[in-house]
């Protein structure tokens, strides 16, 4: 499948999509959400990718943010149909999905691009990094997640200090609050980022996207329940079987 607004690289068993409007600092439009939920789709639906990263081009963006212009004129039905279309098509479909997503946030990371982020399973970021939730400074709040995810990631009130104040934050500051979990010089951040992806691609697919549904959801009232299902049901799968034969004859796994 071809693509306008983002480009789709494969790599053994890692697939990178990087979004690449950097004449607008790969700001989020209708069109390219819907590109990158087709490239997930894609890519969940290849039994060859075991990791995907998200990133963007560039060293000045991730994602500076949703392209105002878009909706400037909108109304609330319209209003409340954008977000919901949003979290339908990609957000929320980035966080259920069944392999790991890892943000690589090179340079701005604002509004939607931040919720775009914390949709992501794991955060790396690079050293000029600056993220944030400026909505309340054009009379909006986050409508992509923001106000659901942050809090979850780096408790209330810190996650009301950065709505509020709309004030951007240095990686570093992310790094000490729990926002992202590694910071590396730019020209080392994809690197890294595709050092631990295949770390993670040699673990257990099956075990990984149990862990992905029980993680999701830690904060209900299913979670440990679910927890006990899932590991359950792992027991009937071939890559337990792999893994612990494996174990017991002292070699690596082969998933």
């Known amino acids: 499948m071809s693509y306008e607004n983002i480009l789709l690289e494969?790599?053994?068993k890692l697939a990178v999509v990087t979004i690449n409007r950097p004449q607008s600092l790969n700001a989020l439009n209708a069109k390219t959400i819907q590109e990158i939920s087709s490239a997930?789709?894609?890519?969940?639906?290849?039994?060859?990718?075991?990791?995907i990263i998200i990133t963007g081009s560039g060293e000045k963006s991730f994602v500076a943010g949703a392209d105002i212009k878009e909706f400037s004129d909108f109304g609330q039905e319209k209003a409340e149909e954008l977000a919901r279309n949003g979290h339908?098509?990609?957000?929320?479909?980035?966080?259920?999905?069944?392999?790991?997503?890892?943000?690589?946030?090179?340079?701005?990371a604002?509004?939607?691009?931040?919720?775009?982020?914390?949709?992501?399973?794991?955060?790396?970021?690079?050293?000029?990094?600056?993220?944030?939730?400026?909505e309340v400074t054009l009379g909006l709040i986050p409508g992509y997640g923001g106000t659901q995810r942050l809090p979850k990631l780096v408790g209330k009130g810190i996650a009301n200090?950065?709505?509020?104040?709309?004030?951007?934050?240095?990686?570093?500051?992310?790094k000490e609050i729990g926002l992202v979990n590694e910071v590396y010089p730019i020209e080392e951040?994809?690197?890294?980022?595709?050092?631990?992806?295949?770390?993670?691609?040699?673990?257990?697919?099956?075990?990984?996207?149990?862990?992905?549904?029980?993680?999701?959801?830690?904060?209900?009232?299913?979670?440990?329940e679910s927890e006990i299902k899932f590991f359950g049901?792992?027991?009937?799968?071939?890559?337990?079987?792999?893994?612990?034969?494996?174990?017991?004859e002292k070699r690596k796994p082969s998933f």
């Open 40 to 51: 997930m789709d894609e890519l969940n639906a290849d039994p060859t990718c075991r990791v």
């Open 161 to 174: 200090e950065m709505i509020f104040s709309a004030k951007m934050i240095p990686a570093q500051k992310a």
């Open 233 to 248: 049901e792992l027991f009937e799968l071939q890559d337990k079987k792999e893994g612990v034969t494996a174990f017991i």
């Open 88 to 108: 339908n098509t990609l957000f929320n479909k980035i966080e259920n999905t069944s392999k790991p997503v890892i943000a690589a946030v090179n340079g701005f």
């Open 189 to 224: 951040l994809l690197t890294k980022t595709k050092e631990l992806a295949s770390t993670i691609a040699h673990n257990s697919p099956m075990a990984i996207a149990k862990a992905i549904q029980a993680v999701n959801l830690s904060d209900t009232d299913k979670g440990f």
């Open 10 to 12: 494969k790599e053994d």
């Open 110 to 134: 604002l509004g939607g691009g931040l919720e775009l982020a914390m949709a992501c399973h794991i955060r790396y970021a690079s050293e000029n990094a600056r993220l944030g939730l400026p």
